[in-house]
C-alpha cells in the first residue's frame, strides 16, 4: 500500500503561482511512477503531469506545458509540482497518483491516489 497525501492548494490571482506537494508513505517511494491529474467540476480528469522513475524525466499536458514543472524529493519522498503563471481554467482538485513501472497518461492506470488540494484561480 502507498498513502499519499496532496498540499499546497489554494486561491490565486491569474498569473500567479502555487506549489503542490505529495507526500508518499508506505511502500519504496522510488519504485513508483508519480502522476498529477486534476478534476474540474463537471469535468472528466484529466493528466497534468507525469515522473519516470527510471530517468527522472517528466512529461506534461500540452495545455500546461512550460508553465507547470516537476520535482522530486527521494529522501522526503514527496513530489512537487509547481504550478506557474496561472489561468482561470487551471481551476480544479489536484490530485497526485502512484502506479508501478512506468508512468501514464490514464487515471485508470493508477493504483493509488491521494485525497486531493484545490487549486482555485480568479481572473
Known amino acids: 500500500q502507498v498513502q499519499l497525501v496532496e498540499s499546497g492548494g489554494g486561491l490565486v490571482q491569474a498569473g500567479g503561482s502555487l506549489r503542490l506537494s505529495c507526500a508518499a508513505s508506505?511502500?519504496?517511494?522510488?519504485?513508483?511512477?508519480m502522476g498529477w491529474f486534476r478534476q474540474a467540476p463537471g469535468k472528466e480528469r484529466e493528466f497534468v503531469a507525469a515522473?519516470?522513475?527510471?530517468?527522472?524525466?517528466?512529461m506534461f499536458a500540452d495545455s500546461v506545458k512550460g508553465r507547470f514543472t516537476g520535482s522530486r524529493d527521494n529522501a522526503k519522498n514527496t513530489v512537487y509540482l509547481q504550478l506557474n503563471s496561472l489561468k482561470p481554467e487551471d481551476t480544479a482538485v489536484y490530485y497526485c497518483a502512484a502506479r508501478m513501472v512506468v508512468p501514464s497518461r490514464n487515471y485508470y492506470e493508477y493504483d493509488y491516489w491521494g485525497q486531493g488540494t484545490q487549486v482555485t484561480v480568479s481572473s
Open positions: 515522473l519516470d522513475r527510471i530517468s527522472g524525466g517528466w
Open positions: 508506505g511502500r519504496t517511494f522510488s519504485n513508483y511512477a
